[in-house]
């Protein structure tokens, strides 16, 4: 059965790989991923922090380094990247770079690089770097909670464009933006980002809620692998943007099954990529999901997963905003206690 897809410009076998998470941290898992089929291979980011800690770092053993040797031992780092207290954590940005080098190394497929920051100015230089150390693509993963209320969503939005064409103009790699949901017009906000130089766009960021400690009075962090039922918001904005914009687009978060991966190609989505189904069940998981797909198409009798691919994209209905807003009087009207 043919599952090929063009992501990025990449001509790939099949549009499933591993999204950004520790799993590429270590080298074995790596090639049990590409071994499992893996299409490409998606790094887990890059902190903005990091790279500020990191540059703090330098500077204060610059500044300390005949009267205090230990003077790196007083500085905790940034939001916890406590560059040698968490180095069997999360790889800092110089083992970052020579990680991508181990990865290229390692794989035929092409690997795909993530930086993780809210400034313009934290991203320019590691772009650079990122593409020197040979990573085929960068996926620009947008963390930003808006919670100033003086601040107008324009203003957010053009941040984000400011952050994407300043990396434009730093790197050749196609460039692909890890959007959240939360965008007042998230349609039109793509069409810029496309416009700014992003190649693709990945639906969407899972922002992590924090839940509230009642004997401790304090916010508790609380991580969820994601489940099927995340994948519903995707499916929407897949159908929504699948064919209005001309960038790839890709799928992460809620893709456990086949079935799964298939409703999302159905959507339009390009790429899928896949996190908590392989932290559960491990990266030869990837294989069985492949051949659920393959296997689906055989049984209805179709040749291809490109004739799959947007047939249930909004742009195939005449009248886009009457369907999504019949929709929703239907689904208000069904409940029956």
């Known amino acids: 059965m043919d599952l090929s897809t063009t992501y990025l410009g990449f001509e790939l076998p099949h549009p499933l790989m591993p999204g950004a998470s520790p799993l590429v941290d270590d080298l074995d898992t790596v090639r049990r991923l590409e071994d499992a089929g893996a299409a490409a291979i ?7 922090e990091q790279l500020i800690e990191e540059r ?6 610059d500044l300390n380094e005949e009267s205090y040797a230990e003077a790196q031992s007083y500085f905790r780092g940034i939001a916890g990247f406590d560059l040698d207290v968490d180095a069997d954590i999360a790889l800092g940005p110089d083992q970052y770079l020579e990680q991508i080098r181990r990865i290229k190394r390692a794989v035929s497929v092409p690997v795909i690089a993530s930086l993780n920051g809210t400034t313009p100015g934290g991203w320019t230089e590691y772009a650079g770097l990122i593409q020197q150390a040979g990573a085929d693509a960068l996926e620009l993963n947008v963390y930003y909670v808006a919670t100033n209320p003086l601040e107008t969503a324009a203003e957010v939005e053009d941040r984000l464009l400011e952050i994407v064409g300043s990396v434009r103009r730093v790197v050749t790699i196609p460039l692909a933006v890890k959007l959240s949901p939360f965008f007042t017009s998230l349609a039109n906000l793509s069409t810029r980002l496309q416009a700014a130089g992003a190649d693709g766009l990945v639906l969407f960021n899972r922002f992590y809620q924090p839940d509230l400690d009642l004997e401790r009075l304090e916010a508790a962090p609380r991580l ?108 208000l009207q069904s409940w029956r206690q």
């Open 224 to 331: 969820h692998l994601s489940d099927s039922s995340e994948l519903l918001l995707r499916l929407r904005w897949l159908a929504i943007l699948s064919g209005n914009v001309g960038a790839s687009l890709a799928v992460s978060g809620g893709v456990h099954t086949s079935q799964d991966a298939l409703k999302s190609v159905m959507a339009g989505a390009d790429g899928v990529q896949v996190v908590s189904a392989l932290l559960q069940h491990g990266p030869e998981y990837l294989a069985v999901i492949r051949e659920g797909m393959a296997r689906w198409l055989e049984e209805h009798e179709y040749d291809s997963l490109r004739q799959l691919h947007r047939s249930m994209s909004l742009r195939r209905c005449p009248d886009p905003q009457a369907f999504e807003r019949g929709n929703y009087v239907r689904i």
């Open 42 to 48: 998606v790094m887990h980011s890059l902190f903005e």
């Open 56 to 61: 703090m770092t330098r500077y204060r053993l």
